[in-house]
């Protein structure tokens, strides 16, 4: 009987230990494949026209690792271990993560409205609204005060055009001197003043220790609205692009098709290499997709010094295809111009 009960506990603790390992967080995050999120409900521009195929995101799951989804993750196939410093700067915490994420979305909402109103030779304007704080650095005055995502709108009195006059303006002063900011969080204003200091890791360098980007916004006629709370990252910037413009016109671009894709977009409708592409690859697969839009990116000779094996976009998405053995067509873009030169050779399905 008692050796029975020393076994019971010892049972019991090795079944704790084995639990309680499940929430150790591991110095890596975990990249999957995630899903196809078709776009037609997310993004409404006012009196659009409607479509009879989709146009549709992808998504790569990301997750922090713990013992058990490292090991599973380095037996399986197009699971990728990530050390955390390569997905995020050291400066940054994982709530500074998450803003700048969103941040970036916010921005590729901006870029496909721009370009797919260019596109379709219909009016929009693109206003500049203050400065966005990404992240603030510890031990820098500002940590006392600032939180990524404030917008700051004036500094002294002073409303600048851009986040590099506000640099310029900071750069005459010296450590000690103190500035006065107007900003604005979670829509509600606020007033702060704050002291500049030195920077720890650059001596010659002096500011208030932010990180920050022009926060913009743009406004179209007809008005568009998008759903993407849940959404991070600039890499929906093409598929966005595609389905405003679509929205905007009165032909059909999908003609019937499940057409998926990736890439980011520039103002100018530049398509731009992204992250995970093999994984999105499966995403729009067994979403049951057509067509897959990839960015037929160009791979410069620092970024293969940098990285000896990085190949573009579009070379993986077809090697990823072809290991799953899809009948999706995998079609290279490096344009707007080239996806919708796509669609406009396809036949009616």
Known sequence: ???????????????????????????????????????????????GYPEKGQL???????????????????????EDVVPVRE??????????????????????????????????????SSHYEGIYVLNVYDGMPAAKVLKAGDRITKVDGHAFKSSKQFMNYVAKKKAGDKVKLDYMRHKKAKMATV????????????????????????????????????????????????EIYNQLTK??????????GTGTISPNGEVGRIGGIDKKVIAADKAGADIFFAPDDTITPE??????????NYEEAKAAAKEIGTNMKIVPVKTLDDALAYLNGLKQK
Do not use: C
Not at 15 to 35: D, K, N, Q, R
Not at 56 to 67: D, K, S
Not at 214 to 227: G, I, N, Q, Y
Not at 303 to 312: L, Q, V
């Open 56 to 78: 549709m995101l992808t998504t790569v799951r990301m997750g922090r690792a713990n013992p058990y989804t490292y090991l599973w993750a380095k037996m399986r196939k197009h």
């Open 87 to 124: 997905i995020m700067d050291k400066n940054m915490t994982d709530e500074e993560y998450n803003v700048y994420q969103l941040y970036l979305m916010e921005s590729a909402k901006h870029n496909a409205i721009q370009a797919a109103f260019k596109k379709a030779k219909r009016p929009f």
């Open 1 to 47: 009987m008692k050796h029975r009960n020393i076994r019971r506990r010892i049972l019991i603790v090795a079944v704790l230990i084995l639990a309680l390992l499940s929430f150790v967080p591991l110095p890596y995050y975990i990249e999957m494949p995630g899903s196809a999120m078709q776009l037609a409900p997310l993004i409404k521009v006012k009196g």
């Open 303 to 312: 970024m293969k010094k940098a990285e000896p094996g990085i190949k573009p």
């Open 195 to 242: 002291a500049l200091a030195k920077f720890k890791e650059n001596h010659h360098k002096t500011g208030i220790g932010i990180s920050l980007v022009d926060d913009r916004t743009v406004k179209s006629d007809p008005a568009v609205k998008m759903d993407t709370e849940k959404i991070g990252g600039p890499s929906a910037g093409l598929m966005f692009t595609l």
């Open 251 to 260: 032909q059909d671009i999908t003609k019937g098709y499940k057409i998926a």
